[in-house]
């Protein structure tokens, strides 16, 4: 799997997990459950495929929630098919430049809001959208993740816009 570059997004993942919580530090579990999703994160960015999947539970699920039109929206359950889902999903965009919103951990919950800009590589279009990825831990594993997104600016990606835009 080919590194996906967002350096700045996961510098900002710390200062946005303490934004507005004085002891994020001090709060064990969620402190532990954060840490985990920065380093999914971090094994992307690599292209590490290998430790993405082993920071994975054997019966992991992904959702990434939109119309069926967009190449990387799906179901997948369990490593084997994310390490097939994965690379696929990401083989379509480039040139992210995601940008984190927030961050919040709650018992054994993460919730990451960004914005992202990136370019559907199958025709070279720009694209800017704001997704929700919330990740739920259990035993030192992500166990479920599910990304929502607005599919807007990806469908005029991939199809050109609908409509004209005014002036």
């Known amino acids: 799997m080919e590194p996906i570059p967002v350096n700045q997004f996961i510098d900002d993942l710390q200062p946005a997990f303490e934004a507005g919580d ?15 999703v920065k380093a999914v994160y971090e094994a992307l960015n690599q292209g590490d495929l290998k430790a993405f999947l082993s920071m994975l539970s054997e019966d992991m699920e992904l959702e990434i929630v939109g ?12 490593r084997a098919e994310l390490a097939v889902a994965i690379p696929r999903n990401f083989s379509v965009i480039g040139d992210l430049k995601p940008e984190i919103i927030s961050v ?3 018992g ?36 479920k993740m ?3 997104f607005d599919s807007g600016p990806f469908l005029e990606a991939i199809y050109g816009p609908a409509i004209e835009k005014p002036q």
């Open 146 to 148: 599910r990304q929502v």
């Open 104 to 106: 919040v951990a709650q």
């Open 67 to 78: 119309p069926p039109v967009v190449p990387f929206v799906g179901r997948w359950k369990g």
């Open 108 to 143: 054994d919950t993460v919730v990451v809001v960004a914005r992202e800009k990136g370019r559907y590589k199958p025709n070279d279009r720009p694209y800017e959208t704001n997704w929700v990825q919330t990740y739920t831990i259990s035993g030192g594993k992500v166990v």
């Open 22 to 36: 004085a002891h994020a530090r001090t709060k064990s579990p969620e402190a532990a459950n954060f840490g985990l």
